[in-house]
T-cell receptor, first 112, second 112 residues
Framework: AQSVTQPDIHITVSEGASLELRCNYS??????LFWYVQSPGQGLQLLLK??????LVQGIKGFEAEFKRSQSSFNLRKPSVHWSDAAEYFC??????????FGTGTRLKVLA | NAGVTQTPKFQVLKTGQSMTLQCAQD?????MSWYRQDPGMGLRLIHY???????DQGEVPNGYNVSRSTTEDFPLRLLSAAPSQTSVYFC???????????FGSGTRLTVV
């Protein structure tokens, strides 16, 4: 069955520290992969996407993600976290349809 | 501003009442979807549309109807509200499957 797993429900990091949020997927076809961020009370904003080419993709707000087919992973990274990065992050996978499957989210807390 | 507009932002319904959640986009996107977001469950697809006059069911369609008479509008109808439909509802649109969805800011619905 198709699925997306975000194994970390909550992550806490100190401001200035590096960040990695994990995402694993199970998908039969070649996937399109996305990371979204949701601030409290807001909709979801697209951070970055991968559907072909270079497996390291750059996104907005200094985020990047790496697609590893052998590990079925698409982890999100940021070298230095800012207090404004505190939010909930969702990984999503899609293919040739519009039925994106979303993970359950990882809530990021940033300590000053 | 261009984007996806959802109304209302908040709504309280009594069990058995009906209502329509409005969604409009001004980006001329062909593809639109409705998701519901519940704590710990990520986003689940309710219905989607690949163009005016064409709709299909997602993962959790029961209790909801949709129609797409124009490219811009994609309303979601709750026929007889139940407490299980208490959730945050997001409308989203995209011009292609690999572009990622643009989300509205959501409607928080409480059914009592």
């Amino acid at each position: 069955a198709q699925s997306v797993t975000q194994p970390d429900i909550h992550i806490t990091v100190s401001e200035g520290a590096s960040l990695e949020l994990r995402c694993n997927y199970s998908y039969g076809a070649t996937p399109y992969l996305f990371w979204y961020v949701q601030s409290p009370g807001q909709g979801l904003q697209l951070l970055l996407k991968y559907f072909s080419g270079d497996t390291l993709v750059q996104g907005i707000k200094g985020f990047e993600a790496e697609f590893k087919r052998s590990q079925s992973s698409f982890n999100l990274r940021k070298p230095s976290v800012h207090w404004s990065d505190a939010a909930e992050y969702f990984c999503a996978v899609g293919s040739g349809t519009y039925k994106y499957i979303f993970g359950t989210g990882t809530r990021l807390k940033v300590l000053a | 501003n261009a984007g996806v507009t959802q109304t209302p932002k908040f709504q309280v319904l009594k069990t058995g009442q009906s209502m329509t959640l409005q969604c409009a986009q001004d980006m001329n996107h062909e593809y639109m979807s409705w998701y519901r977001q519940d704590p710990g469950m990520g986003l689940r697809l309710i219905h989607y549309s690949v163009g005016a006059g064409i709709t299909d069911q997602g993962e959790v369609p029961n209790g909801y109807n949709v129609s797409r008479s124009t490219t811009e509008d994609f309303p979601l109808r709750l026929l007889s509200a139940a407490p299980s439909q208490t959730s945050v509802y997001f409308c989203a649109s995209t011009e292609a499957t690999n572009y990622g969805y643009t989300f509205g800011s959501g409607t928080r619905l409480t059914v009592v």
